[in-house]
């Protein structure tokens, strides 16, 4: 590749097209219509009101502190206003992302139930330059080889091993476990004290 090649690429990637196409903001802000301020109300509370308990949930599938949840509900939403291009897109934690985060780091001090939440901060900033450079380098197409299959299984593995998480809160027993075989083996012998 020769360096007026390199050039053009570089003077094409730094264009005003393609920044307004990476930021979508600048296209759509100017030409807003105080109108759709109480739709956009609206919608903003709609979703908040549904973040809020899903982010409560999901801290507490990631074994952090509730306010970790809400950070984590709220951030995406305020990212994904200057980086958004779909307007039909729920954006932040997912139950599997919280199971991922929980098999990371350690106890926290003040409770041992909790872990440290500067390990779920550093997976997400490790995570989220991982993602800026697989979107500045085009890379999204490599999730096309990852099969169907597979995203299901791994799908289907984790809503069993939440589920299996959250029986000793229905039945009210407490016991040590993390994994799916130990929540089964700690329902199964701990069923005589449901509350």
């Known amino acids: 590749m020769e360096m007026h090649e390199i050039k053009e690429k570089v003077s094409d990637y730094c264009s005003k097209d393609t920044w307004k196409a990476r930021f979508p903001i600048s296209i759509w802000l100017p030409t807003y219509k105080i109108g759709y301020a109480i739709n956009d109300f609206v919608a903003g509370i709609t979703v908040a009101l549904t973040v809020l308990p899903q982010g409560l949930a999901y801290a507490s599938i990631a074994k952090l502190p509730a306010q970790y949840g809400l950070y984590s509900s709220f951030m995406g939403c305020f990212v994904y206003f200057f980086l958004g291009m779909s307007k039909d897109i729920t954006v932040g934690p997912t139950a599997i992302m919280s199971l991922l985060v929980s ?9 041992d139930t909790l872990n440290d939440p500067a390990y779920a901060i550093t997976l997400a900033c490790i995570c989220g330059l991982i993602q800026i450079v697989i979107g500045v380098l085009h890379l999204g197409a490599l999730t096309s080889f990852i099969s169907a299959t597979v995203i299901s299984g791994f799908t289907t593995a984790s809503a069993l091993t939440i589920g299996a998480g959250q029986i000793k809160n229905l039945f009210g027993i407490s016991y040590e476990g993390d ?16 509350k």
């Open 103 to 111: 098999s990371y780091g350690t106890s926290n001090s003040t409770d």
């Open 179 to 194: 994994a799916f075989y130990e929540d089964i083996i700690g329902v199964i012998s701990n069923i005589t004290d449901t």
